[in-house]
């Protein structure tokens, strides 16, 4: 079966670097979004990754392991506008997207 | 400003009655899907449309039905709404089907 698994819940101080995990079990692949979401508003595009590695973009960064079935979004110099759920979601054969729970993702001053 | 249309943004409705959420994009995108989401739940897939003239269903498709006439419009049609399908619907477009998803503001939908 395919099952998307992140964290329900995350805190972390201004400034600091926070990684949030997701692991994926699917029998075909083809990608591994994550998405940021505020309280009350649309997911929106943070980054993609369908090959194994690193991929920087700003102060967010994405990893991928396809041997692992495995990806973390990690965020650096938080800041309070950072506050929000990170959606972790899988590709799957047929092109369309499996959704984790999402991780809500405190920061604290 | 491009982007991505949802209405009603909110609607409380009695059970039994038939509702249609209206979703419109214009990036041209090609593929335009419909997601429900319901606290600690993911986004469903409810139904989806690679290109005008096709639908297809996704995860959760029970209770709701869609058109793609033409490039733009994506509606959901809610025959008969039931109190289970109290949630906040999402329109999303991508250029291909194995492109970046780009959400509408949601319609925040209960059934009483």
């Known amino acids: 079966g395919q099952n998307i698994d992140q964290p329900t819940e995350m805190t972390a101080t201004e400034g600091a670097i926070v990684q949030i995990n997701c692991t994926y079990q699917t029998s075909g692949f083809n990608g591994l979004f994550w998405y940021q979401q505020h309280a009350g508003e649309a997911p929106t595009f943070l980054s993609y990754?369908?090959l194994d590695g690193l991929e920087e973009k700003g102060r967010f960064s994405s990893f991928l392991s396809r041997s692992k079935g495995y990806s973390y979004l990690l965020l650096k110099e938080l800041q309070m506008k950072d506050s929000a759920s990170y959606l972790c979601a899988e590709m799957d054969s047929n092109y369309q997207l499996i959704w984790g729970a999402g991780t809500k993702l405190i920061i604290k001053p | 400003i491009a982007g991505i249309t949802q209405a009603p943004t909110s609607q409380i409705l009695a059970a039994g009655r038939r509702m249609t959420l209206r979703c419109t994009q214009d990036?041209?995108?090609?593929?335009m899907y419909w997601y429900r989401q319901d606290l600690g739940l993911g986004l469903r897939l409810i139904h989806y449309s690679n290109t005008a003239g096709t639908t297809g269903k996704g995860e959760v498709p029970d209770g709701y039905s869609v058109s793609r006439a033409n490039t733009d419009d994506f509606p959901l049609t809610l025959a008969s709404a039931v109190p289970s399908q109290t949630s906040v619907y999402f329109c999303?477009?991508?250029?291909?089907?194995?492109?970046?998803?780009?959400f509408g503001d949601g319609t925040r939908l209960s059934i009483l």
């Open positions: 990036m041209r995108h090609n593929a």
């Open positions: 999303a477009s991508s250029e291909y089907d194995n492109q970046p998803q780009h």
């Open positions: 990754n369908v």
